[in-house]
């Protein structure tokens, strides 16, 4: 990262740091922020700090405006959650809450600030059939898509097609693993289902254990094509690797390791170790880096360094490193080559590159065509 990203990094590590910044230095700080989806984190880091009353107030009032917003999606979170373990009560086995749906349930660290997208579930893929046909009859639908994409969705990935609440508006990914079923790296869902932490507030459903929390997140991040939030997502490692060393001591960087190992997951923990250690100053040992199952290359870990620092820099389009462009593109592909091998990929890439042509050649016929009247 340049020099431009520094304040906000220095304001993730130490919400203090903001106090020092002139009125000058806020405005690249707040874009900066707002377009990597941190800016509620930041305003968690002042609420903490007592100090809203030492910033501008204009800056005071963009981010009071951003922790309304996010206590009010993860108030309609939660109420969510209550009826979907409503629906799903009558299933059989586990169902795990997975991503920013789960920080929010069980109250950790991330969960401070920060806005999500979408509902994660996981459960086994023997029982998708009867969960899907639950949640259609409590009012959740599958998005419109083509049968190409559910035949797409249905055989080869770690989802569902994505579902959409019809009252609501909130957005539900049905999983069955954590990654697809052509992916590079394979990683079972037993253990995860075996190791599962009850939630208090929702007695239906469950949260991967705080080792899992940190692997998956680790493994959405190492296999994202886009880029946006990815200085967003490693934050949120930084935050759950610091609260499991809280909560298990320095005997967590083992337990860590060895589970990284069982879920296969070991290439995606380096690179995020790496560059929490590196970017935020997370206290990651030398040996957990050393000892990292599947740790890569010299080489490979340059190339792929250089590559994520310029992806964490496309979330500002005023603050990218120089290369960032071809970096990003880069980083696209590869997120679907670990996603796919190309005997797949290529046929899919063309489909796609196809329907979207499609589509725009039928936008353009319906605005060229004359309107009655």
């Not at 903490?48 to 206590?71: I, K």
Request: charged share 20%; proline share 8%.
């Amino acid at each position: 990262m340049n020099a431009q990203w520094q304040p906000l990094l220095e304001a993730l590590i130490d919400p203090r740091s903001l106090l020092a910044r002139s009125e000058s230095d806020w405005d690249l700080l707040l874009r900066q922020a707002y377009a990597a989806g941190l800016l509620g984190r930041l305003a968690h880091g002042v609420v903490q700090l007592g100090a809203a009353e030492s910033l501008p107030r204009p800056v005071w009032h963009a981010m009071q405006a951003m922790l309304t917003l996010v206590e009010q999606q993860q108030r309609a979170v939660r109420w969510e959650l209550v009826q979907l373990q409503r629906l799903l009560a009558d299933l059989p086995g586990p169902v795990l809450i997975l991503k920013g749906a789960a920080y929010c349930a069980a109250e950790l660290p991330p969960a401070a600030g920060r806005l999500f997208a979408d509902i994660d579930l996981l459960l086994p893929r023997d029982r998708l059939a009867e969960a899907e046909a639950a949640l259609m009859l409590g009012g959740w639908v599958s998005e419109p898509k083509t049968d190409y994409d559910q035949r797409y969705y249905r055989r080869w990935m770690h989802e569902l097609p994505p579902m959409t609440q019809v009252a609501r508006g909130t957005a539900l990914d049905l999983h069955h693993r954590l990654l697809p079923l052509t992916a590079r790296i394979q990683t079972p869902p037993e253990p995860l289902f075996e190791c599962a932490v009850p939630l208090a507030d929702f007695p239906r459903l469950q949260r991967p254990q705080d080792l899992d929390l940190i692997l998956h997140s680790a493994c959405h991040w190492f296999h994202e094509g886009e880029w946006v939030h990815g200085l967003r997502d490693l934050a949120d490692l930084d935050l759950l690797l610091r609260d499991a060393l809280a909560r298990r001591g320095e005997a967590m960087w083992t337990q860590l390791l060895e589970r990284a190992a069982q879920l296969n997951l070991g290439r995606p923990l380096w690179f995020a170790l790496f560059h929490v250690r590196d970017l935020l100053r997370c206290p990651v040992p030398g040996a957990a880096l050393a000892d990292c199952p599947a740790r890569p290359g010299r080489l490979h870990a340059a190339w792929m360094n250089a590559l994520l620092r310029r992806g964490f820099s496309c979330a500002h389009a005023g603050s990218r490193l120089p290369g960032s462009a071809p970096a990003a593109f880069l980083l696209y592909l590869r997120g679907h080559y670990l996603r796919m091998p190309p005997q797949l990929l290529l046929p899919h890439l063309v489909v796609k590159a196809w329907m979207r042509w499609q589509d725009a050649r039928k936008a353009r016929t319906e605005e060229q065509a004359p309107t009655a009247g």
